[in-house]
């Protein structure tokens, strides 16, 4: 009966845990490159030490990497110069809030103090791993191959300048997670080997790869776990009182 209350209450635990990821989710149905979170994983199980009894009281455990869906999101064609998507594996490389981190973000920007951004307001990275920085410009866009072309201000009509070309990676044999700050970062906190041979297709963004069908299947689904083990806890809650009156000595 121990083992049952237990595995019911640890049932409830991460379905409660998996709400928040499914709400985070549906939240982010919009966000251009957003990779679903599936959440963290059980890693195994621990017993709590019981000196004088059975180790009857167990629960999982759960590892912190934060796992997400690495399958690609629809392409939609926006026909804007600066709106990039990758096609296929790969990442872009950014400076975010904190280290330098990844994404498939590609709704590119020019913010105001000059650094070429996506819209997340991370700072694009060229292949020395450095903000992409733009000059005053007429007319700016970004080719299939990455590279970041205007043609300055002040200059003869027609005049092409490349000021940089977008690092890309497949971070091939890299186990990435998702960061508290919401960033993709290799596990191990190294550096992905640079690759520029990553497909990229302009005046495109990728869609988010979340499919609000499943998300909401799963959420009745988790609401039906829910109910079931609730249940449980109370039929073991009735079945143990059935138990105790059957070997209670007759007053």
């Given at each position: 009966?121990?083992?049952?209350?237990?595995?019911?209450?640890?049932?409830?635990?991460?379905?409660?845990?998996?709400?928040?990821?499914?709400?985070?989710?549906?939240?982010?149905?919009?966000?251009?490159?957003?990779?679903?979170?599936?959440?963290?994983?059980s890693v195994g199980t621990a017993f709590l030490?019981?000196?004088?009894?059975?180790?009857?009281?167990?629960?999982?455990?759960?590892?912190?990497?934060?796992?997400?869906?690495?399958?690609?999101?629809?392409?939609?064609?926006?026909?804007?110069?600066?709106?990039?998507?990758?096609?296929?594996?790969?990442?872009?490389?950014?400076?975010?809030?904190?280290?330098?981190?990844?994404?498939?973000?590609?709704?590119?920007?020019?913010?105001?103090?000059?650094?070429?951004?996506?819209?997340?307001?991370?700072?694009?990275?060229?292949?020395?791993?450095?903000?992409?920085?733009?000059?005053?410009?007429?007319?700016?866009?970004?080719?299939?191959?990455?590279?970041?072309?205007?043609?300055?201000?002040?200059?003869?009509?027609?005049?092409?300048?490349?000021?940089?070309?977008?690092?890309?990676?497949?971070?091939?044999?890299?186990?990435?997670?998702?960061?508290?700050?919401?960033?993709?970062?290799?596990?191990?906190?190294?550096?992905?080997?640079?690759d520029q041979q990553v497909s990229l297709v302009?005046?495109?963004?990728?869609?988010?790869?979340?499919?609000?069908?499943?998300?909401?299947?799963?959420?009745?689904?988790?609401?039906?776990?829910?109910?079931?083990?609730?249940?449980?806890?109370?039929?073991?809650?009735?079945?143990?009182?059935?138990?105790?009156?059957?070997?209670?000595?007759?007053?």
């Open positions: 009966m121990d083992k049952l209350i237990y595995t019911a209450f640890n049932t409830v635990n991460n379905i409660y845990d998996n709400r928040s990821v499914r709400a985070q989710n549906l939240a982010n149905v919009n966000v251009p490159g957003y990779r679903r979170d599936l959440g963290a994983k030490d019981n000196m004088t009894s059975l180790q009857t009281r167990a629960l999982a455990i759960r590892d912190d990497n934060n796992y997400f869906e690495l399958d690609p999101g629809t392409l939609s064609q926006t026909d804007y110069d600066l709106d990039l998507a990758i096609r296929g594996d790969g990442y872009f490389m950014v400076k975010g809030q904190n280290e330098l981190s990844l994404t498939r973000r590609g709704d590119l920007k020019v913010a105001g103090d000059g650094t070429l951004q996506n819209g997340s307001s991370q700072a694009m990275l060229n292949t020395n791993l450095e903000p992409i920085t733009v000059p005053a410009y007429r007319s700016i866009k970004v080719s299939d191959n990455g590279e970041v072309i205007i043609e300055p201000l002040n200059s003869p009509v027609g005049t092409k300048q490349t000021i940089g070309q977008l690092a890309l990676t497949f971070a091939a044999e890299k186990e990435l997670k998702k960061y508290p700050d919401g960033e993709i970062r290799p596990a191990d906190g190294s550096v992905p080997e640079i302009p005046q495109h963004v990728e869609l988010s790869n979340v499919n609000i069908t499943d998300e909401l299947i799963n959420s009745i689904e988790d609401q039906r776990q829910y109910e079931i083990n609730i249940k449980l806890i109370s039929s073991a809650s009735e079945i143990d009182e059935a138990g105790a009156s059957l070997i209670r000595m007759p007053s």
